[in-house]
């Protein structure tokens, strides 16, 4: 069974920094075929696409407003993914989750993100 938990996140001032976690269970980063992502939900609205990363070759994608400033990566040994993200902005602000495609869809619980002075 895949689980996913997600951690890392937590109330921060506009400009900083924040690394979230997705430690992943019942499937290995290394063996498997795998596209693993990171969305956020804000209140209110729709769950919407922030990061993505394929087991082939590590091929990394990003929705505009995160480009140049989050940072999507995993440890094979640790089957860990991690959003580095940096300057963070108030728009920030949401509940972010982990989502895992091996096979089926799975999703985490998510760990909220506040971005706020």
């Known amino acids: 069974q895949v689980q996913l938990v997600e951690s890392g996140g937590g109330l921060v001032q506009p400009g900083g920094s924040l690394r979230l976690s997705c430690a992943a269970s019942g499937f290995s980063f290394i063996e498997s075929n795998y596209v693993m992502y990171w969305y956020r939900q804000a209140p209110g609205n729709e769950r919407e696409f922030v990061a993505s990363?394929?087991?082939?070759?590590?091929?990394?994608m990003y929705t505009d407003s995160v480009k140049g400033r989050f940072d999507i990566s995993r440890d094979n040994r640790k089957n860990t993914m991690y959003l580095q993200m940096n300057s963070l902005k108030p728009e920030d602000t949401a509940m972010y989750y982990c989502r895992a495609v091996v096979r089926n869809s799975y999703w985490g619980q998510g760990t909220q993100v506040t971005v706020s002075s």
């Open positions: 990363i394929a087991s082939s070759g590590g091929s990394t």
